[in-house]
């Protein structure tokens, strides 16, 4: 190490491994040391095991996601004619809310700049999604995206490389370091970049359940207060609603079946708990940018969103009238007895997608934009032996053994007059407070 440094490396993770607090200097100094890469990899890797296991107070995981983004350059939308607000999902499986929930807030006046990212793992990335209609572009410079915001009011891009680098190289390493799960480290992630994309106001739906993240509401809920504490502590109007991902959002997981499902939304149709839950962000969108007094579903019902969707689209080269790629084959998945559908498990559902080929193992593959998982029943549903209860696209028939593996325990099927348990949409609602 250099002799001008200001810390040692190994001091700091003495202090976290003992359970102390990092001073205010030793964060600083960490981050931008790693980003540099005078803080090796082995030392980082020691030092997020350490927060993993002794956690970090409320001022320490502010400053550390101050240094994030300091490691980085920071957006400005102050220029712009509208205020901004972004939504984050903490991902879950047939999560294609953003496609319709981006044009509809524009719709309703107020500027939507979301950066995002593709998938890794069983949950679907934005990015892919989109990228299944013909001629769309995902790059855009600062500038384009700028020039998107002011004329359409929404735009939904790759986030470029100069936003909080801190971020990339530690997420990398805790991907493979067993250390993606701490909450300081989740929390400081995704709040990094989120503030400095520079939106004024931010709504986390973050997920709980089997196909989410966090499996359980307590873990999710202290995910929720840590961001929301951050985001309020950066000047960002940042509300958080927990939101359920037992079973798959929609009737379909897979990146040109959720387009076709949100387009359907954005002509008034489509799954109510994609509508609901759709119509429940925009309302926290447009409350936190001073916009609560419109009604969403009005800009639903006449057919403006959809107008700011076809603009959305085409702004970034893509033609939202051409017909969406289709998986060479299907193969249906049965109901295996007659009664209610009580269960279909969203983790197997998003799994089978993936192995489908609608996501990738690592982050250099494609994904087919046809493949995916389509549903005919939801919990709830009546169904009858032998009918279908899933649809399994893809192009590469040899993936539908895997799939249907995946899907073995998935469905839980009870004798009619059965009800699944309760479980709401929204579980909860995390504000500053
Ligand atoms: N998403 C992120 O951006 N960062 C994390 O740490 C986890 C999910």
Not at 168 to 195: H, N, Q
Not at 245 to 258: I, K
Request: proline share 5%.
């Amino acid at each position: 190490m250099s002799t001008h440094e200001a810390h040692d490396a190994v001091d700091v993770i003495r202090t976290k491994r003992d359970g102390g607090r990092l001073s205010d200097a030793q964060v600083d100094w960490v981050v931008d040391a790693y980003t540099r890469g005078v803080v090796a990899d082995e030392q980082m890797s020691a030092l997020a095991m350490a927060i993993l296991l002794n956690g970090m107070d409320r001022a320490e995981i502010s400053r550390w996601t101050a240094a994030m983004i300091a490691s980085g350059e920071r957006m400005d939308f102050s220029s712009l004619s509208r205020p901004t607000a972004d939504k984050h999902s903490t991902g879950g499986v047939g999560d294609k809310i953003t496609l319709p929930l981006a044009p509809l807030v524009a719709a309703c006046g107020v500027a939507v700049p979301q950066l995002s990212g593709r998938g890794l793992g069983h949950t679907g990335g934005t990015l892919d999604k989109l990228e299944a209609i013909p001629g769309w572009r995902a790059a855009l410079s600062n500038d384009e995206m700028m020039r998107q915001l002011e004329d359409v009011g929404a735009v939904i891009c790759q986030a470029g490389s100069g936003l909080a680098p801190a971020d990339r190289k530690l997420y990398a390493l805790r991907d493979v370091t067993g250390t993606v799960e701490a909450i300081p480290l989740i929390a400081s992630s995704i709040m990094s970049k989120k503030i400095a994309e520079g939106t004024g106001a931010l709504v986390l739906d973050v997920k709980v359940g089997s196909g989410a993240f966090m499996k359980d509401a307590e873990r999710a809920g202290e995910l929720a207060r840590t961001m929301v504490a951050l985001g309020t502590d950066a000047g960002v109007h940042t509300v958080a609603l927990l939101t359920d991902m037992s079973t798959p959002l929609g009737l379909t997981a897979g990146n040109a079946l959720e387009v076709r499902e949100s387009v359907e939304v954005l002509a008034g149709g489509g799954p109510q708990d994609v509508v609901d839950l759709t119509l429940a962000l925009a309302r926290e969108m447009l409350a936190g940018a001073g916009r609560g007094d419109v009604d969403p579903a009005d800009a639903l019902r006449d057919g403006r969103a959809m107008d700011a969707w076809r603009r959305m689209i085409a702004a970034q080269g893509g033609d939202p009238d051409a017909p969406l790629p289709v998986a060479r084959e299907t193969e249906h998945v049965l109901a295996p007895a007659d009664g209610v559908l009580l269960e279909l498990d969203a983790l197997a559902v998003g799994v089978a997608a993936w192995r489908l080929g609608a996501g990738r193992a690592r982050k250099e593959d494609p994904v087919q934009a046809g493949a995916g998982v389509e549903l005919h029943a939801k919990p709830g549903t009546v169904v009858r032996a032998g009918e279908p209860l899933m649809t399994l696209h893809t192009d590469t028939p040899e993936r539908f053994a895997r799939a249907r593996e995946a899907l073995a325990d998935a469905v839980a099927i009870a004798p009619e007059g059965s009800r699944p348990a309760d479980r709401p949409l929204v579980i909860d609602r995390v504000a500053a407070g």
